[in-house]
């Protein structure tokens, strides 16, 4: 999801799978403010919901930043028959590590509520 479409989501009240994990951590003051109005702004929303959004969108909007670097590897051809070549690049380790610590978490989730 984009930043930009945030405030959508928050006036539909969307909500996500939360993992059982816990995460703690302190703002700076200027970015306190801002959660607390945003707080404000959208009260069907908790901090926690909205800082959890934020860094979501954050997120995706880091993982399509990634640059594409070209491997050797010929995966591919494109639609005008040119080759496509493997991505070296940031994106597939942080896909393939993304991937590997979900299914520990959903693992992890499974077995609690065993």
Not at 57 to 82: Q, R
């Amino acid at each position: 999801m984009k930043i930009k479409a945030l405030a959508e989501c928050w006036e539909q009240q969307a909500k996500a799978t939360l993992t059982s994990d816990e995460y703690s951590f302190r703002l700076p003051l200027e970015d306190a403010a801002k959660v607390t109005a945003l707080a404000e702004m959208y009260p069907k929303r908790t901090k926690s919901e909205i800082l959890g959004e934020l860094l979501s969108a954050a997120l995706d909007e880091l993982e399509t930043s990634f640059p594409y670097v070209a491997g050797k590897e010929i995966v591919t051809t494109d639609e005008m028959g040119d080759p496509v070549f493997k991505d070296i690049g940031p994106m597939p380790t942080f896909l393939d590590l993304s991937k590997k610590h979900r299914s520990v978490m959903k693992q992890g989730q499974k077995a609690a509520n065993a």
